[in-house]
């Protein structure tokens, strides 16, 4: 198994553009989750669905679209990029309830200029 | 506000050292993970405690569950420099009628050979 899969892995983007992180899991998780992880911040919840068709707002969603079509795929888009979205971006899964274990992609760092 | 404080937020300490991490809240959790994230990666889970006044060993690693579940600390013995990373806690908490997981904002552990 594959795990938790996100792409691509280091992007860098102009204010105002929009852009797709994408993540994906093969471990038929229905929990998916995004967050991003800010110097001294910690991980904050941006999204995240509890199965195919059921997406809700985490801590800080704004700027950030989502959509669960599939179990597998979770992708959290960015509207119209700011440099304040500067950051690292993690997508995680779980089996089950919120409190169950998070399995974790790499990452995927972005860059706003 | 921060619902999970951890402390410190860095360490350095010199092999062999022990150390203790603490995260705090005034809130009562259902249960409390802890989590370790290496540079590059996402982080990976190291346990859970989901019993007040729970104690759990992973080899040179002791988990506390306070009493009340409002705190947790993390116990490492002799400390190797393969113990370098970021150590995050996680508590499961009801809010607004649906189960949410929180982050602390983690403590950077360097270990020195």
């Known amino acids: 198994n594959a795990g938790v899969t996100q792409t691509p892995k280091f992007q860098v983007l102009k204010t105002g553009q929009s852009m797709t992180l994408q993540c994906a899991q093969d471990?038929?998780?229905?929990?998916m989750s995004w967050y991003r992880q800010d110097p001294g911040m910690g991980l904050r919840l941006i999204h995240y669905s509890v199965g195919a068709g059921i997406t809700d707002q985490g801590e800080v969603p704004n700027g950030y679209n989502v959509s669960r079509s599939t179990t597998e795929d979770f992708p959290l888009r960015l509207l119209s990029a700011a440099p304040s979205q500067t950051s690292v971006y993690f997508c995680?899964?779980?089996?089950?309830?919120?409190?169950?274990?998070?399995?974790f992609g790499p990452g995927t760092r972005l860059t706003v200029l | 506000t921060q619902l999970l404080e951890q402390s410190p937020q860095f360490l350095s300490i010199q092999e062999g050292e022990n150390l203790t991490v603490y995260c705090n809240s005034s809130s009562v959790f259902s249960s409390l993970q802890w989590y370790r994230q290496e540079p590059g990666e996402g982080p990976v889970l190291l346990v859970t405690v989901v019993t007040g006044g729970e104690v759990k060993k992973l080899k040179r690693l002791t988990f506390q569950f306070g009493d009340a579940r409002k705190d947790s600390s993390l116990h490492i013995t002799a400390a190797q420099p393969g113990d370098t990373g970021l150590y995050l806690c996680a508590g499961a908490l009801w809010e607004g009628g649906s189960e949410k997981l929180v982050f602390g904002k983690g403590t950077k552990l360097t270990v020195n050979p």
């Open positions: 471990m038929n998780h229905e929990y």
């Open positions: 995680a899964s779980s089996y089950g309830r919120t409190y169950n274990e998070q399995f």
